[in-house]
């Protein structure tokens, strides 16, 4: 019996194309960190590092730890006093990425319902960032972490989507079966990668992220506004 909804956030919850929002996330972070002396490029080759070791993690550590062990050895080590800074930044000047936002939405409303309805939900965000980092991408939706029972950040996940492994990990950790579970998201590799978790899913398609241009046809799928009136129709748990 569904009783457990897990969210992507970005492109599902928050309503932007992915590359919008990787070219403004850089530049900020740039601006921030060129004139402390590292330069623009090499910084955002080492995140890129960062972020594919963090997808490729396969739980021996956690993405943070993974993330940190790759970026200081690219940067050096002195590297690692940024840590407390891109904190800062992700809690401040990171909030200047919502002018890539495509519309005005609030998702409070259906989140908060299916809460009251005794619904299990978890924000399945892939877990590359901090904390803080989600935290200010869910305020752009009227939402906070409380919202939720469960945020996967890179400091709580040591593995990373596509993996199903990632989709087992919150499965164990929230202690539900693949058949309790719905999964809403926007990439039909990430998102969709829940259905060999045993997870039902739903590809929703407004913003969808689909660089391999994969044929979409065959996972239930439709626009935001489609899964949520779904979603306000299910009976309470």
């Not at 970005?10 to 002396?37: C, N």
Request: with cysteine; glycine share 8%.
């Amino acid at each position: 019996m569904l009783n457990t909804i897990l969210f992507d956030l970005d492109g599902t919850l928050a309503p932007f194309f992915q590359d919008d929002f990787i070219h403004a996330y850089f530049k900020l972070l740039v601006r921030r960190l060129s004139p402390m002396g590292y330069d623009g490029d090499k910084l955002i080759q080492s995140l890129w590092n960062g972020v594919d070791a963090m997808i490729k993690n396969d739980g021996a550590v956690t993405n943070r730890q993974i993330f940190w062990n790759v970026f200081t050895r690219e940067l050096g080590m002195q590297a690692l006093a940024l840590e407390s800074i891109l904190d800062d930044f992700y809690s401040r000047e990171f909030d200047g990425t919502r002018s890539i936002l495509r519309e005005d939405a609030d998702r409070g409303g259906l989140i908060r319902g299916l809460r009251e309805k005794g619904y299990t939900l978890v924000l399945a965000t892939n877990p590359i960032f901090p904390a803080v980092a989600v935290e200010t991408r869910l305020s752009w939706v009227g939402l906070t972490g409380t919202d939720f029972d469960y945020v996967t950040t890179y400091e709580n996940s040591r593995r990373s989507k596509p993996n199903p492994g990632y989709y087992l990990d919150i499965l164990s950790r929230m202690g539900k079966q693949g058949s309790d579970c719905l999964m809403a998201g926007n990439n039909p590799v990430d998102d969709m990668a829940a259905l060999k978790a045993g997870l039902s899913a739903f590809l929703v398609t407004d913003y969808l992220e689909n660089p391999g241009n994969l044929p979409v046809e065959s996972y239930p799928h439709g626009s935001f506004q489609n899964l949520a009136a779904s979603l306000e129709k299910l009976p309470p748990v």
